[in-house]
């Protein structure tokens, strides 16, 4: 059991360490600068500037300097990414650059609505199904199970 829930834990982290990575690949190398469309397009630089040092882009996205590493300990090889990483998995999200306030009270206003929604939906789909699911056994190697297995694959 515990080698079961250790390769589960390393499943996990490996899964969200890689959906991270093609993300910030996306945002951050493949996109344009993200600053500049939360700024505004006709900005001035100090401006941008600081909206860049508040969003974390002023960091090197991805900086390989192996000499400067290994002398200060300080610059790190992925200054960006594994920022974000670390606080990601330690649930330390940022403000909302959308909303301009914490995530965790974003999530404390809006979590109960959508449970409200997705709660009474989810117990009515099991319900149906497991319906389903007992009036299909009832009928075993019949023609309608046949039917229903071919139509479900």
């Not at 589960?8 to 469309?37: E, Q, W």
């Not at 939360?38 to 900005?43: D, E, R, S, T």
């Not at 941008?48 to 960091?59: C, I, S, T």
């Not at 990601?88 to 403000?95: A, G, S, V």
Request: proline share 3%; aromatic share 14%; hydrophobic share 50%.
């Amino acid at each position: 059991m515990f080698a079961f829930l250790v390769r589960k834990l390393v499943l996990t982290v490996s899964i969200v360490f890689g959906v991270m990575l093609l993300t910030f690949l996306l945002f951050n190398v493949v996109a344009k600068d993200p600053a500049r469309s939360f700024a505004g397009k006709h900005v001035s630089a100090e401006l941008l500037e600081a909206k860049r040092h508040q969003m974390g882009l002023d960091k090197p996205k991805i900086a390989l300097n192996f000499e400067a590493y290994h002398k200060a300990q300080t610059h790190k090889f992925f200054a960006l990414f594994d920022t974000q990483f670390f606080n990601i998995m330690t649930f330390q999200f940022p403000m909302s650059m959308r909303y301009q306030e914490s995530v965790w009270s974003l999530f404390g206003r809006k979590a109960p609505v959508s449970l409200m929604i997705q709660g009474p939906a989810f117990i009515s789909g099991r319900g149906r199904q497991r319906g389903i699911a007992m009036w299909m056994a009832a009928r075993r190697g019949t023609a309608v199970d046949f039917t229903a297995t071919a139509l479900r694959c």
